[in-house]
C-alpha cells in the first residue's frame, strides 16, 4: 500500500454566483484537468440571509452532474420537467443534467439565518452527454453512516466504503463521495483507489495530511514562493490535492477534523466549456448555446 503525497493545498476564494449568493469556490474553470472528473467546487456556507437569499434563478445545465450537499438551512428547487422539492440539513441531491435542462436553486436559511452547504459539477463522458436527465433525491436518514472503534464517522454519500454503500447509484464516473470525521488527536489511514483523482476539502477543524513517515505536518509549496517547500496544517475551506496512491493519511488537530473525501475515475477526454454547459468540443458547445436561443435546448418535456 501506498500513501498519498498531497499534490498541493488552496484556499478556497471569495466569488459571487447566481443573482448575487456570495460563496466560496475551491476550484472551477479553467484548467481542472488535475479533478477529472469533477470541474467546480463551490463552498456555499453563510451566515447572513442578504448574503444568499437571492439564490440561483433559472439557468441551464448540459453535460454535467451537479452534487448539492445541504448541511444547515434549505434549498428549494425546480426545473423545466416540473420537478420540484426541498433540500433539508443532511440532504443530498445528485442531479443528471445530460442532453439539457433548465433549473433553479434558492437557498433559505436556517431559524438562526445560516444556509451551509456544497455543491460539485461532475463531468460526463461524451456517450452520455445528451442521456435523459434525471434526479436522486437523497434525504439524510438514508445516507449509510459508519463509526470505526476510535470515533471517526463516515457519512458515504456514494460509493462503497468501510462495507456500506452510498444510496446515490449510477453515476458515469463511479465517484466516491464521503463526509469524514476524525475525533481530536486521532491519525487515520483511508483507502483512495489508484486509479482515480481525489481531493479533501476541510470545513471544520484542522489536521495535516501525510505520508505516515514524516513527524512534520503536510509538506507542499506556497504560491508565488519559487517553489520552496512549507510546512502547513490544514483548516477551514483548505483544498487538499492528492497525488497517486492508494491511501490517504490525515492526523487531526485538538478540535478534530471534518472534511469531504472525493474520487472518482478521470475521463481524459477533451473539455469544451462555458458557464454551466459542457461539451467535448468547440462546435458542440457553439450549437447548445444556439438551441438555448432559438428554444431547442430542451431536448426531454
Not at 422539492?85 to 433553479?104: E, F, K, P, R, Y
Not at 483507502?191 to 476539502?201: D, I, L, Q, T
Request: with cysteine.
Amino acid at each position: 500500500m501506498s500513501i498519498r503525497p498531497v499534490k498541493r493545498i488552496t484556499q478556497a476564494q471569495p466569488t459571487l454566483e447566481g443573482a448575487g449568493v456570495h460563496l466560496r469556490r475551491a476550484f472551477g474553470f479553467g484548467n481542472t484537468s488535475d479533478f477529472d472528473p469533477f470541474l467546480l467546487f463551490d463552498d456555499f456556507r453563510n451566515e447572513d440571509p442578504e448574503a444568499y437569499l437571492a439564490g440561483f434563478p433559472w439557468h441551464p445545465h448540459r453535460g454535467i452532474e451537479t452534487i448539492t450537499y445541504v448541511l444547515a438551512g434549505e434549498v428549494a428547487h425546480g426545473d423545466s420537467l416540473g420537478n420540484r422539492g426541498n433540500l433539508g440539513a443532511g440532504d443530498v441531491q445528485w442531479m443528471t443534467a445530460g442532453s439539457g435542462i433548465l433549473h433553479q436553486e434558492m437557498p433559505q436559511g436556517d431559524k438562526n439565518g445560516r444556509m451551509h452547504g456544497f455543491q460539485l459539477w461532475a463531468n460526463l463522458p461524451s456517450t452520455m452527454k445528451m442521456t435523459t436527465p434525471r434526479y436522486q433525491d437523497v434525504k439524510s436518514g438514508e445516507i449509510p453512516e459508519v463509526v470505526d472503534d476510535d470515533g471517526t464517522t463516515v457519512r458515504v454519500v456514494c460509493g462503497d466504503f468501510w462495507g456500506k454503500s452510498g444510496p446515490v447509484e449510477g453515476v458515469a464516473a463511479n465517484p466516491r463521495y464521503l463526509d469524514v470525521w476524525v475525533p481530536p488527536g486521532k491519525r487515520k489511514v483511508l483507502p483512495v483507489e489508484n486509479n482515480r483523482h481525489g481531493f479533501a476539502y476541510v470545513f471544520e477543524g484542522s489536521g495535516s495530511f501525510r505520508d505516515a513517515s514524516q513527524p512534520l505536518p503536510v509538506k507542499t509549496d506556497r504560491v508565488g514562493s519559487g517553489g520552496e517547500e512549507v510546512y502547513e496544517f490544514t483548516g477551514n475551506r483548505s483544498l487538499v490535492l492528492f497525488d497517486s496512491g492508494d491511501e490517504v493519511t490525515v492526523q487531526a488537530g485538538d478540535a478534530g477534523i471534518r472534511f469531504l473525501l472525493v474520487s472518482g475515475q478521470p475521463l481524459k477526454e477533451p473539455v469544451a466549456w462555458r458557464g454551466p454547459i459542457v461539451m467535448n468540443t468547440h462546435e458542440e458547445l457553439a450549437q447548445a448555446w444556439e438551441e438555448l436561443r432559438d428554444g431547442t435546448f430542451i431536448k426531454t418535456k
